[in-house]
């Protein structure tokens, strides 16, 4: 089954976006659940709800790795509110529960009936995972309402009650699902349903053992119990493994510029090509100076990247200063498969074209690659046909590491199987085999100072490199209680002297300076950037930390505020007017 949606009866048959809107007609249920082929094709409208390429090449774009051309209005001082929140929708679930209350016909064997119940019950467990991230207590409602139905208005029932019922349904989805294999990779399985029950049960136990102010933390490693169970058990039928590639290939890109899911280690993916007429814009939205939101990782975050041996790069003397061309050799080798360095190269006609970062698409010096063709060819326009993995195994091997840290039982083999595998993947030699012993202080210092196991610094380090770009990074702050990070200063490559053209390959040629007075002599090629505090009398977006020489600084001239109230969308006004009883949250 591809990711394509048919047009049928079930187009119309329902149409109920608020909780206080009156369902429209329905079509006679004969038409659907009278064979399986008829719940076949039902079950196929669910597959709206799973992210589409959008929600995943985007949705890192807030978070605090990423600079990018303007700070979202969500943490822009004052800009955002009740009135600018979007996302109270329920037409997905009155569609799910109309399903639910009528796949009881006796004809059809149970274990039908059971399995596509199953996966009805995976995607409102979907639904109502996307509903309390966003918005905490939502009201739990497992049926369709008619007409004036008394509890059209009702309140919101709370997280604890919620929470349970998308257990309840991963539970079920679970034992029911009977698919439990699917060579295309765009289908819900039953170890997808376990790789996305670890992924639910780990947000909510660390949610639940960090935001103490819930009173939570009791249950939490109930639920941290859960997402290790579920993980272990993907783990343990040995269907899936981590993709190693061959000689000299680059493994961790491939699972991203493949034009087929690398079955080995994707679980489910969006599916695009050529033949189907379905294609994304990655090339676009990564390689335009004005079609995208030129993304760009912060030097803070390069950081994380450990060296070749295992060791942290911030153990190395003088890393503060350390140019960029030096910077990124002998690193942790998803850093070159990630951004642009020196390896990097695109084909333009048939040409090969020695690629280095662009500073007509960067504003740190660390270019994205992890999605883009090689080709210049896609550049323009929707045309990417590479696939979009929404689960993979590298995922699940995460939230098991992650799950028996919390809970403070991970062993040696746990770590070997999991973070260790995920290092050795990417090239690293040494200090793989056993759980670390030592904190490290730049983590501690820069991202999680009230963390002080050096396990669970190292997996955070870990899900962050290895997830990066892939929509996880803004609801891992959330969990993590760690949304003040958001605040940190987009900082970019350290830049020695003014007017010094950089060569950021090593291939010879010289690629960019920055000035404050732009020099009468200009070496051809050379892309001339602009530092100095103000630009025709206002303040300038980009500067160095220390003025002549430092670090890339860029918009801090807007800044980004963080409030604890920002772990919760607000309500949005104009649904919480047409139904007092929802209330507000906290501090919205």
């Excluded at 009702?154 to 009977?178: C, W």
């Excluded at 020695?354 to 326009?381: A, E, H, I, N, R």
């Excluded at 820069?446 to 190292?458: K, W």
């Amino acid at each position: 089954m591809k990711r394509i949606f048919f047009v049928s009866i079930l187009a119309v048959l329902f149409a109920c976006s608020k909780l206080d809107q009156q369902p429209k007609s329905t079509v006679g249920k004969e038409a659907v659940f009278q064979s399986e082929k008829g719940l076949e094709l039902y079950a196929t409208s669910f597959y709206t709800l799973l992210p589409t390429y959008t929600d995943i090449l985007r949705g890192d774009n807030m978070s605090d790795y990423i600079a990018r051309k303007d700070v979202p209005d969500f943490i822009r001082d004052g800009a955002y509110g009740p009135r600018q929140s979007t996302g109270w929708t329920w037409t997905d679930l009155r569609n799910i529960n109309y399903f639910l209350e009528n796949n009881v016909n006796t004809s059809i064997p149970k274990e039908v009936r059971e399995h596509y119940n199953g996966l009805a019950r995976f995607f409102r467990a979907w639904f109502y995972f996307a509903k309390v991230k966003r918005f905490g207590d939502v009201p739990w409602i497992n049926r369709t309402f008619e007409v004036n139905d008394p509890e059209m208005m009702k309140g919101r029932d709370s997280r604890v009650l919620v929470m349970d019922s998308v257990l309840r349904d991963l539970d079920y989805a679970t034992q029911h699902i009977r698919t439990t294999e699917d060579g295309s990779r765009s289908m819900i399985t039953k170890f997808v349903a376990y790789a996305f029950k670890s992924r639910v049960c780990l947000f909510e136990g660390t949610f639940r053992k960090y935001h103490t102010n819930y009173g939570l933390q009791q249950t939490a490693a109930n639920w941290l119990t859960e997402a290790a169970t579920a993980a272990k058990i993907v783990m343990d039928q040995n269907k899936f493994s981590l993709y190693i590639g061959g000689a000299d290939s680059k493994p961790y890109r491939e699972l991203f510029v493949s034009k087929a899911p690398i079955a080995s280690e994707v679980m489910l993916a969006n599916i695009y090509s050529d033949a189907l007429g379905i294609f994304h814009d990655a090339n676009w939205y990564y390689t335009s100076a004005t079609y995208g939101d030129r993304a760009s990782f912060t030097r803070s975050f390069i950081n994380t990247y450990l060296n070749i041996d295992g060791t942290p790069f911030t153990n190395k003397a003088g890393y503060k200063t350390m140019i960029f061309a030096d910077e990124v050799e002998n690193r942790d080798k998803r850093l070159e498969q990630t951004i642009r360095t020196k390896s990097y190269n695109r084909i333009n006609g048939g040409n090969l074209l020695v690629s280095p970062p662009l500073f007509s698409y960067t504003y740190t010096g660390y270019q994205p690659t992890k999605w883009v063709l090689d080709d210049t060819f896609y550049d323009s326009g929707s045309m990417n046909n590479n696939i979009i993995p929404i689960f993979r195994y590298a995922e699940v091997l995460l939230n098991y590491a992650e799950a028996k840290a919390e809970l403070g039982t991970l062993s040696d083999t746990d770590w070997n199987t999991t973070i260790g595998a995920l290092r050795r993947r990417a090239g690293i030699t040494q200090n793989t085999a056993t759980k670390p012993t030592l904190a490290d202080p730049y983590l501690m210092a820069e991202y999680f100072p009230g963390i002080t196991d050096p396990s669970i610094l190292e997996i955070r380090r870990e899900r962050g490199i290895e997830l990066a770009l892939e929509g996880f990074r803004f609801y891992d702050l959330v969990r993590w209680k760690s949304g003040k990070l958001i605040e940190k200063t987009w900082n970019g490559m350290y830049v020695p002297a003014l007017n010094t053209p950089l060569d950021l390959n090593k291939d010879g040629v010289m690629d960019v300076a920055f000035y404050r007075t732009l020099p009468n002599s200009q070496v051809p090629g050379v892309t001339y950037m602009n530092v100095a505090e103000t630009v025709s009398g206002r303040p300038n977006a980009m500067v160095l930390s220390e003025g002549d020489k430092g670090e890339i600084k860029w918009l801090v001239t807007t800044p980004r505020v963080w409030q604890d109230k920002f772990y919760l969308y607000p309500i949005p006004e104009s649904d919480r007017l047409m139904n007092p009883a929802l209330g507000q949250n906290p501090d919205w």
